[in-house]
């Protein structure tokens, strides 16, 4: 009876990896497949939730700029095993938006678990078009007051936000094309029906590569190693910088226990050379942050995207 007991034992201990593998993480994210954010939830499955010891499995539950997603979240039980693929715009620019119908406030409801990458944004045009450089397209610009217009995914959008911020510290009067989502303001790019666009680089990565969109700058003073050679648009116009991230968040009440966890996890995942290659080649930037560091990174974004927010007006309705 002994050894039957003992051999039961040892048959369990042996099997609870295997049963800890059989675990499941789901990373949801705001925004439709094919998207840098749709990217980003599939590389957190793949590359950090193993090092938790569990599978990942990605949901997209779209809508209402990311909140629906976000809501989900919320909504879920404080353990870890439901986290947000949260880019910069649901978490510091949809909240500071007049207009917006919030089915939850991300600033009390959800919580930084850790930051991921740094999103690299870059000024682009039309590469047949009449922009070749910086100082050409501000030239342009205050040369005919009204008359150049920037493109964005939508009004609020990261998009339209750094073009009124562009805006703003460059002293031009141009103007707003919102459209709905990014796709159809390139096609209008391309088209020559609309000047140029401030977007995450990772978007417009394979129009760039494919000679459709010249890069004229980068949105911030890190750069891409990708793109070496292109300087930050802070030399033309000083002060300015632009640029996003993509981390995971989860519900309020995480324990320290979980958090911890998940930082370790990010931290492995980060050191996985195959994950920082396909990071790069989408335009971004590994960059790992715990959670103190994560929520103070939210929390200036979220004074300085209102801050802009305000200065320019804008409103959702």
């Known amino acids: 009876m002994r050894r039957i007991m003992l051999t039961a034992l040892l048959a369990v201990a042996l099997a609870a990896p295997a049963l800890a593998q059989e675990r499941t993480v789901r990373v949801i994210s705001g925004y439709a497949a094919g998207g840098t954010g749709d990217l980003m939830a599939r ?42 693929q949260c880019p910069m715009g649901t978490m510091t620019i949809t909240p500071n938006l007049p207009g917006v119908s919030m089915p939850i406030d991300p600033r009390t409801e959800l ?32 040369a005919r007051p009204g008359g150049m217009t920037y493109a964005s995914a939508g009004v609020g959008s990261a998009q339209h936000l750094s073009g009124e911020l562009l805006k703003a510290r460059a002293g031009l009067d141009i103007i707003h094309a919102p459209y709905r989502g990014g796709t159809p303001a390139v096609v209008d790019i391309l088209g020559g029906r609309v000047d140029f666009m401030i977007t995450n680089l990772g978007d417009v990565m394979s129009q760039v ?15 891409s190693p990708l793109f070496a050679e292109i300087r930050p648009i802070a030399a033309f116009v000083p002060g300015l910088e632009m640029a996003g991230w993509f981390g995971i968040c989860g519900p309020r009440g ?16 980060l050191e996985n050379q195959a994950f920082r290659e396909r990071l790069l080649a989408n335009g ?19 004074q300085s995207w209102g801050e802009v927010i305000r200065n320019a007006g804008i409103r959702a309705d």
């Open 111 to 142: 919580i930084g678990v850790t930051n991921v990458a740094l999103s690299t944004y870059a000024l682009v045009v039309a590469a047949r078009g009449p922009h070749a450089d910086v100082p050409g397209l501000l030239a342009a610009a205050r």
């Open 43 to 84: 590389l957190i499955a793949e590359y950090i939730v193993p090092h938790l010891g569990a599978r990942g499995v990605v949901e997209n539950r779209t809508g209402a700029n990311g909140l629906i997603g976000a809501e989900f979240v919320a909504r879920s039980a404080p353990d870890g095993m439901t986290v947000l």
């Open 284 to 302: 971004l930037t590994p960059n790992f942050e715990g959670p103190r560091e994560f929520n103070a990174r939210i929390a200036t974004d979220l």
């Open 254 to 269: 995480m324990s320290e226990d979980m958090l911890a966890r998940w930082s370790e996890a990010t931290r492995k995942g």
């Open 209 to 223: 590569r494919g000679g459709e969109l010249r890069v004229l700058a980068l949105g911030d003073s890190a750069g």
